[in-house]
């Protein structure tokens, strides 16, 4: 060696540290630090290196070896047949090359052969032994000679057969394939991981992998973990199967999963194309595939062209653009989404991902801001798969520049500059601006018109879409001051049509207190918390005015609700909407609860089934004027269950637990009773807790006659 190689070997020398040092991280502890596309450039240098100085290639080199040795913590298991890695293919030229080397190989026609193809999971590789059709053995495939025994963890995974299907099982069967994780599950298990501040992984596959070599099994049982088989690597007695397709259909026989998107093609041509089209494929296929797998079809053939050191020389692997890059972090600015979300987005330095240019990522939350430890500046990990929005999945913390900036959450919403809302045991933050946030508006408006809220026949997404368009419509106000004429010029609303709506709308004025407060679109104000709200409160003004300790006095209401409520009336812009609503005529009867006995304080009563008389709808509201609160679900504590027509489970869950269950006519019958005050059951509960909140206008246990004053004193 001359001197001149000096800083070759140096070169040689720093790369073989870091394949190592990545290899253990990817392989043993499931948490990278390169990106495959940064570790694939550097085993390439490598081999490059090598290939034009065969007399630096050492047999501890990366480029020499598969995977990493087994871990200490699982029993070590011999591969009869070693778990080879593949030979990979980065451009259709290369794909060709290949074509040519088999075909001159076996001295044939590279048009001539047969390739099966299939997707190249992107998962962990593992080995199952069967022995008279029983699954005895499962292992990861480690350095390929060696693996761990995770036996017990394969047995949690539903798609691993314990026992073959058919009658006449093989005496032996080794059976390889990859455990993968797919994208919905994959989300929802990070999902879960971040509300409980446990380990998110980077990718599916170092969750694939980190799941089953988890010490206790049953962790692996709650992953939501997959098995594909892809190769027999044994089989006694053989089958007489000349072929690997056939092979692979005999293993969907056995009951295994195989790919739905293998094919037998013939030559170059084929296999080109069929890598085309898996790839036009990739991102909607819902788990992660980095590639094709390209295989000899005929196993004679396959014994024929054996294996060099790492790899068989039957098969290549066609691999995809990386769905990992790394990119440096620009900025970050901070999304409102149609329910008052705040999303902090990162804009990054384009960089192409998996064959799209991506400028944009999510951060999701400032907790994952926290985990990530990321910052202004940074050089981050981008990972883009499938359909799922491209997210920073580390930070490369040895490039920070020295004038990286911290990341600091905003205060108040940047598209209405209302306050935002961060409550303890939320992960998001939120708009507080609710009507008037127009980053909120299409909701709040559904919302606002939908049927329990406001019920504005005729006012459907389509429509308050087009209103919002032409900006006839900002605020909930607004709808109320649109003209018959002037809708008529929308597309699809006829004179006819447009005169309904008007009519609608100004039926809509008429409502209750409850219902206004629903429509309000409060964030955790559903229907029976506003009814609550409103019987507790008698008045509008009542509430908007009620400190977090009597809203926490109300029934159902703790302290996230009332925090949400309090938020909501103490911003200007929300006010100055109700303001207006009311002076465009919005008005409520007294609230009916004052009218009317409440035998029913205290009771929690379930509908089921069809009522013939009235919607069930109805009938809840009915009890709930009595003071019962409706629930879905039966339980010991229901008083009782009104089952219509072909009611079902709660019907006979209700019988088990002895609940009283009225039939359409005799809760007919009982709600005559109840209205007409002739019950002998608790009147002298009556509002005891509304009478304790007291405005300092009514007595105790005195019904209260409270005037509609806020729709009086506005207009
Ligand atoms: N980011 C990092 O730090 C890091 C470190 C080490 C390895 N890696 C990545 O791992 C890869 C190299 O790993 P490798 O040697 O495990 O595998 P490989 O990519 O060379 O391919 C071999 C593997 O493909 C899998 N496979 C999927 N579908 C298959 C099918 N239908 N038929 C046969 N095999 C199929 C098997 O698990 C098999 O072991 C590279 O892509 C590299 O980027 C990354
Ligand atoms: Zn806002």
């Not at 001197?3 to 540290?17: F, I, K």
């Not at 390739?115 to 029983?134: I, M, N, Q, R």
Request: net charge negative; glycine share 8%.
């Amino acid at each position: 060696m001359t001197n001149a190689d000096q800083p070759l070997l140096d070169e040689v020398m720093r790369l073989r540290a870091e394949l190592d040092d990545a290899n253990h991280r990817y392989y043993v502890l499931d948490d990278p630090s390169l990106t495959d596309a940064d570790y694939d450039r550097r085993l390439r240098r490598l081999q490059e290196i090598e290939t034009a100085h065969p007399e630096l290639v050492t047999p501890d080199s990366p480029t020499q070896r598969v995977g990493a040795p087994p871990d200490a913590g699982f029993p070590e298991v011999e591969h009869a047949v070693p778990m080879l890695s593949l030979d990979n293919a980065f451009s259709e030229d290369e794909l060709a090359a290949f074509v040519t080397r088999v075909a001159e190989r076996l001295e044939v026609e590279g048009e001539e052969i047969a390739f099966c193809c299939e997707p190249k999971l992107d998962g962990a590789a593992v080995s199952l032994v069967y022995e008279t059709g029983v699954l005895i053995s499962g292992a990861t495939r480690g350095d390929g000679r060696t693996g761990e025994g995770i036996t017990s963890n394969l047995r949690t995974l539903r798609s691993v057969p314990l026992r073959l299907r058919g009658e006449a099982p093989p005496a032996l069967l080794e059976v390889r394939g990859e455990v993968t994780i797919d994208h919905a599950s994959f989300e929802a298990m990070n999902e879960r991981a971040r509300d409980d501040e446990a380990k998110v992984f980077a990718n599916p596959r170092n969750a694939a992998a980190g799941s089953l070599r988890q010490l206790d099994p049953r962790v692996t049982a709650t992953r939501p973990l997959s098995f594909s088989a892809y190769q027999v690597a044994r089989i006694e007695p053989p089958l007489g199967d000349a072929t690997h397709s056939a092979l692979m259909a005999h293993l969907g026989d056995f009951g295994f999963r195989t790919s739905k998107e293998l094919a037998v093609v013939k030559g170059t041509a084929g296999v080109v194309d069929y890598c085309r089209r898996l790839g036009e494929k990739r991102d909607g296929l819902g788990y992660d595939i980095d590639g094709a797998v390209i295989k000899v079809n005929n196993l004679r053939l396959q014994r024929e062209l054996g294996f060099v050191a790492r790899a068989p020389r039957w098969a290549i692997a066609f691999k995809f653009p990386a769905q990992e890059q790394t990119t440096r972090l620009n900025d970050v600015e901070f999304q409102v989404g149609r329910t008052g979300a705040i999303t902090p987005v990162a804009r990054l330095e384009p960089v192409s991902v998996a064959g799209v240019t991506v400028s944009n990522a999510t951060l999701h939350n400032a907790d994952e801001i926290r985990r990530l430890g990321v910052m202004i500046g940074d050089t981050v990990a981008i990972r883009r798969a499938g359909d799922v929005i491209p997210k920073v999945v580390r930070v490369m913390e040895e490039l920070r520049p020295s004038d990286a900036r911290k990341i600091v959450f905003p205060e108040r919403c940047p598209v209405c500059g209302a306050e935002i809302e961060r409550l303890e045991d939320e992960v998001v933050a939120r708009c507080s601006g609710g009507l008037y946030c127009p980053a909120q508006r299409k909701e709040a408006l559904k919302h606002f018109a939908s049927r329990r809220a406001l019920d504005i026949d005729g006012l459907g997404e389509k429509l308050i879409e087009a209103l919002i368009e032409h900006d006839w419509v900002t605020t909930p106000a607004d709808l109320f001051r649109l003209e018959a004429e002037r809708l008529a010029e929308l597309p699809r609303m006829g004179k006819k049509s447009s005169e309904n709506l008007v009519a609608a709308l100004s039926k809509a004025k008429a409502t209750t207190l409850a219902r206004f407060i629903y429509a309000l679109g409060i964030r955790e104000v559903g229907e029976a918390t506003a009814a609550n709200l409103a019987s507790h409160f008698g008045t509008l003004e009542a509430l908007m005015s009620a400190e977090l300790t009597a809203l926490e006095a109300v029934e159902e209401v703790g302290p996230v609700v009332a925090a949400h409520v309090h938020t909501f009336f103490r911003q200007p812009h929300n006010r100055e909407t109700i303001d207006e609503l009311i002076a465009c005529g919005l008005s409520w009867e007294e609230e009916a609860v004052v009218e009317q006995p409440q035998p029913l304080v205290g009771q929690t009563w379930v509908l089921t089934g069809t009522l013939e008389g009235m919607t069930r709808d109805q009938g809840k509201a009915r009890l709930q004027a009595l003071g019962a609160k409706v629930a879905g679900s039966v339980s010991k504590k229901t008083a009782g269950l009104v089952a219509g027509e072909a009611a079902g489970s709660k019907l006979e869950k209700a019988m088990q637990l002895g609940v009283p269950v009225l039939d359409e006519a005799a809760f007919l019958d009982q709600l005559a009773t109840w209205e007409a005050g002739e019950s002998d059951v608790k009147e002298d509960g009556l509002n005891a807790s509304d009478g304790e909140q007291g405005n300092g206008e009514q007595g105790n246990g005195e019904p209260r006659d409270m005037k509609r004053d806020d729709a009086e004193g506005a207009t």
